[in-house]
């Protein structure tokens, strides 16, 4: 079975796959998902006609190797699974370190440059190109220059969103041995409050930088909220002030476990490629956010409503290709049945109230008054429902399409209250985007036909109209649970559809 399909497999039964070494990652593509499973293979192409050759018999260049391989540990990876203490073991014998160093190499090599897990294994509906290399080739040019040195970290990923990550993982790395102030749990702290457990709140503020030291009164005082609310803000929570459940959790996250999340993390941004596209949009689930990148820097960033728990938001890139002003809604089937078909048995009148259209399955409209919608049943239901655009339509005055198997796009909503809260994780799956018309101005930027007067016109009109733009527009949605808040400073958030699991179980797996 090919690894990738193997890999789904264990996906599906909600287990990680580690990705095992690869010779190049155009060999992978082409092979369909075959990988090289062992290092050792890559290692015999490499002697291959040279079986003789000794690369690693200078004492210097050895250590060197070991060097970079203690070094994985700043990129989130355990030295140990790239042979770390059989090549301690094997240091004076140079005939039997031979192999076991050129493996680790190719190995680390393998991992630093696609990643160490195969992306699929957690994220079933991945399909983004990584980086290319051929690494066989790539440890002969690093041994031709008599030094490896620094030759892993230079495939690691460029982004600078990457390297602010790694630098705060080697900054909580110094930092892990230091107890932090736990809170206990309890009730939830609110304004004009006073005991011990605030007391220790404060303490665990200080420790943060949130509160200046000798500022510990007991008392839930309007300096301490406005600490919990810069909290609450940083870690995007509701900035009400006040201490649950979520903001208690949050709180008590020492450094191991932000550790934690930063290995994952960084592993996520080894899947992807150095370059994501000129003009690019970037959904983070995690984070309720749509950011609009042009020549590597953020012109735009728009908030979002991703998909609830149980219908989660899937991660993958297209190509936005379209937008449409003033849309249809064609009501999928699922919404139609689980969710429509009820309303309508409450309240036949929100056909009519809401815009909605019905259908027949031959395509012909249906008078919805004619419908005794109690004796409907979802299971054979039998009828196409649509909704007219207006001021209730659930795409509001625009979708930005970029047509998948996912049925998933970008769009307006009529409830932008919704926007207010900091979790929002309230769609169907799709991404409800605050001021969208703005956003498809700026995907129309390089379409000269398309002015803001005329999509303005457009908007107005209250007719369905498609933009189409001059040159697609790569879209990646992603899930990054740690973020780069720029000059090497991070956020983090919480794992809402709990995938930084399946991501960790993988990276404490010792290849094989």
């Known amino acids: 079975m090919p690894f990738k399909s193997i890999c789904l497999s264990l996906a599906l039964m909600g287990a990680a796959c580690v990705l095992p070494i690869t010779l190049t990652s155009s060999a992978y ?14 290692t015999d192409i490499f002697y291959e006609g040279n079986a003789s050759e000794h690369v690693w018999s200078d004492d210097a260049l050895y250590a060197e190797l ?4 203690s070094g994985l540990d700043a990129h989130g990876l355990n030295p140990e699974h790239y042979n770390l203490a059989e090549l301690t073991r094997r240091k004076s014998d140079k005939a039997a370190r031979e192999r076991v160093a050129t493996s680790a190499w190719l190995m680390a090599a393998a991992h630093m440059t696609y ?6 294994s957690v994220e079933p509906n991945w399909n983004v190109a990584g980086r290319k290399i051929d690494l066989v080739s790539a440890l002969r040019a690093t041994l031709k220059a008599k030094s490896v040195r620094g030759s892993l970290d230079a495939l690691a990923p460029k982004q600078p969103e990457y390297s602010a990550l790694k630098s705060e993982y080697g900054r909580l ?26 007391g220790l709140l404060q303490t665990r503020l200080v420790e943060l930088g949130l509160l200046p030291l000798g500022t510990l009164t007991n008392q839930m005082d309007a300096q301490t909220v406005s600490a919990v609310k810069d909290f609450q803000i940083s870690a995007d929570l509701d900035d009400d002030g006040a201490v649950g459940p979520a903001t208690l959790k949050a ?34 689930i995690a984070g309720f956010d749509v950011t609009a990148w042009n020549e590597g820097k953020v012109e735009r960033t728009h908030l979002t409503i991703v998909g609830k728990t149980f219908r989660k938001t899937p991660v993958f890139s297209d190509q936005i290709s379209h937008a449409i002003f003033n849309p249809w809604w064609e009501t999928p089937y699922s919404l139609a049945t689980k969710d429509k078909l009820p309303l309508f048995k409450r309240d036949p009148d929100a056909v009519k109230r809401l815009g909605f259209q019905v259908l027949d399955r031959s395509g012909s409209a249906v008078n919805a008054t004619t419908i005794d919608w109690n004796s409907v049943n979802a299971s054979s239901f039998p009828y196409r429902i649509r909704q007219a655009p207006g001021e209730t339509n659930a795409l509001g005055k625009v979708k930005i399409m970029f047509p998948n198997v996912h049925n998933i796009y970008l769009h307006d909503t009529p409830t932008r209250g919704l926007f207010s809260q900091r979790q929002r994780a309230f769609s169907s799956g799709c991404l ?18 398309w002015t803001r007067a005329r999509i303005d016109t457009a908007v107005a009109s209250g007719n369905e109209t498609r933009a189409n733009l001059a040159k697609k527009v790569p879209v990646h949605i992603l899930y990054f649970t740690v973020v780069s808040e720029g000059e090497n400073s991070v956020r983090f958030l919480d794992d809402i559809y709990d995938r930084d699991s399946a991501v960790l179980s993988g990276l404490t797996k010792v290849p094989s």
């Open 29 to 42: 593509a082409q092979s369909g998902g075959q990988t090289i499973t062992l290092a050792k293979k890559a």
């Open 66 to 69: 070991m060097a970079e391989i």
């Open 115 to 120: 990643g160490k897990l195969d992306p699929v």
């Open 173 to 198: 790395q110094t930092l892990a041995s230091q107890a932090s102030t736990r809170v206990p749990d309890g009730e939830t702290l609110k304004p004009n409050m006073s005991g011990a457990r605030i």
């Open 251 to 284: 709180l008590n996250r020492g450094s191991e476990e932000r550790l934690t999340q930063l290995r994952v993390n960084l592993e996520r941004w080894r899947w992807l490629p150095d370059d994501l596209g000129r003009r690019h949009l970037r959904a983070n």
């Open 432 to 449: 409800r985007t605050q001021n969208p018309i703005d956003l498809s101005a700026w995907l129309l930027a390089e379409t000269p036909e």
